[in-house]
Antibody
């Protein structure tokens, strides 16, 4: 099972930027698409977008205006920045390894709460 | 965006019984661009099926997937205690990738 590990603050204030990182196993980063997905009771599972190591990025249009996904291959890290958060962004956030569009490996997830 | 509708919302069955879960898409996702996941409380989803009918590595053969176009089915041929969980379908024929709302398989 692929070992992905999300990290970041568990509490973010409204209107601020949520920033998360995901550590990817060394050597794997050049072989897959890397995605961020979140899960909340209200919206279920929601895909943010994916990034390939070549720099190709595909964002979910519904989130595109607020999201940046990036990859630091030297650190084996995937990052997510979500701007102007509100309570509706409270969710468990997962990084996931993608193959042809489905997700063959997931991190354990990290709960992020948006609250003042 | 393709909307996936799963039914039923909850399936109450006994161990050993057969479970049949449905996933219907608002438009065609192609013949094979459908995946199924299992999620247990406090865990991330786990890939079960990709390409509508291909089992992922390590998935027992009691799990099978079928369908194409807009109608897909996940079948669990004989429920084991560890199979009681929530199941999600996901389409990857179009962007954005989207998920169904889930079917909970609970012990009757």
């Amino acid at each position: 099972q692929v070992q992905l590990q999300e990290s970041g603050p568990g509490l973010v204030k409204p209107s601020e930027t949520l920033s998360l990182t995901c550590t990817v196993p060394g050597g794997a980063i050049n072989s897959y698409y890397w995605s961020w997905i979140r899960q909340s009771p209200g919206k279920g599972l929601e895909w943010f977008g994916h990034l390939y190591y070549t720099g190709t990025i595909n964002y979910n249009p519904s989130l595109k205006s607020r999201v940046t996904i990036s990859l630091d291959a030297s650190k084996n890290q995937l990052s997510l920045n979500l701007r102007s958060v509100s309570a509706a962004d409270t969710a468990v956030y997962y990084c996931a390894r993608g193959s042809s569009g489905y997700f063959s490996g997931w991190g354990q997830g990290t709960l992020v709460t948006v609250s003042s | 965006e393709i909307v996936l509708t799963q039914s039923p919302g909850t399936l109450s069955l006994s161990p050993g019984e057969r479970a049949t879960l449905s996933c219907r898409a608002s438009q065609s996702v192609g013949s094979i661009y459908l995946a199924w996941y299992q999620q247990k409380p406090g865990q991330a989803p786990r890939l079960l099926i990709y390409g509508a009918s291909n089992r992922a590595t390590g998935i027992p053969d009691r799990f099978s997937g079928s369908g194409s176009g807009t109608d897909f089915t996940l079948t669990i041929s004989g429920l084991e205690p560890e199979d009681f969980a929530v199941y999600y379908c996901q389409q990857y024929g179009n962007s954005p990738r989207t998920f169904g709302q889930g079917t909970k398989v609970e012990i009757k």
